[in-house]
């Protein structure tokens, strides 16, 4: 199985910043497409942003201009850049790995844990 650990989530003022990394601890050869999802109390898990193996991306379009995406292929890492933070983002963000080529062969599909992102005054 393929372990995604994310890191850096907490709380932060409206305005704020925060950055998530993610990184997938095993032998790992390749990965496809790296992505952070969320999911609000209530409310079913959202793409929030997505980035290819060659480094095109894609975002939601309520992140858009305030999220970045970032990898580093090499430490099979990914990194999720907030800033302008609003209450609206508040949520359990959730690293996703699609197409894992591991020692073991391929792993079409690993989710993180999960971190607590809290927007408030």
């Known amino acids: 199985q393929v372990q995604l650990v994310e890191s850096g989530g907490g709380l932060v003022q409206p305005g704020g910043s925060l950055r998530l990394s993610c990184v997938a601890s095993r032998s790992i050869f390749s990965i496809n497409a790296m992505g952070w999802y969320r999911q609000a109390p209530g409310k079913q898990r959202e793409l929030v942003a997505a980035?290819?193996?060659?480094?095109?991306?894609n975002y939601a379009d309520s992140v858009k201009g305030r999220f970045t995406i970032s990898r580093d292929n090499a430490k099979n890492t990914v990194y999720l850049q907030m800033n302008s933070l609003k209450p609206e983002d508040t949520a359990v963000y959730y690293c996703n790995a699609d197409r894992v080529l591991t020692r073991a062969g391929w792993v079409p599909d690993a989710w993180g844990q999960g971190t607590q992102v809290t927007v408030s005054s």
């Open positions: 980035i290819t193996s060659g480094g095109s991306t």
